[in-house]
């Protein structure tokens, strides 16, 4: 099905709303990580970087699922059978994983803090 033209700019706009929404809280939490984790006594530097390495796990896994609702999104933004309801609901679950990708790194962060002696 050919699309119009406006719609399909609308279309990739939006993908390119996603991925750069994507790259970049990766980049930050990296940052964030990294710059706690260097902060780090030499004697807790051992955990520190277990715990970087699991985080970095957890998360490529959790993007894994994130890039997996994306292309279902962009699938049933180019079926014209697709519901708008069905659309949403995957905006939605889209949402979801992301706030949980976030909720992680703050806690990542916050281990990675009290390693540190912080309170």
């Not at 998360?59 to 890039?67: E, G, P, T, Y």
């Not at 997996?68 to 979801?96: F, G, V, W, Y």
């Not at 962060?109 to 009290?114: G, P, T």
Request: charged content about 20%; glycine content about 4%; aromatic content about 2%.
């Amino acid at each position: 099905m050919l699309m119009p033209s406006s719609l399909k700019s609308l279309k990739h706009a939006f993908l390119r709303l996603l991925l750069l929404g994507l790259l970049s809280t990766n980049l930050g939490l990296v940052w964030a990580g990294a710059s706690l984790a260097q902060s780090q006594s030499r004697a807790n530097s051992s955990s520190a970087e277990q715990l970087q390495q699991q985080f970095n796990q957890r998360v490529a896994a959790h993007n894994r699922r994130i890039v997996q609702a994306q292309d279902e999104l962009q699938a049933l933004l180019n079926n014209p059978r697709a519901t708008d309801d069905q659309i949403r609901n995957k905006q939605r679950e889209l949402s979801a994983l992301r706030t949980q990708r976030e909720e992680m790194a703050t806690a990542h962060l916050l281990r990675l803090r009290r390693l540190q002696g912080s309170p």
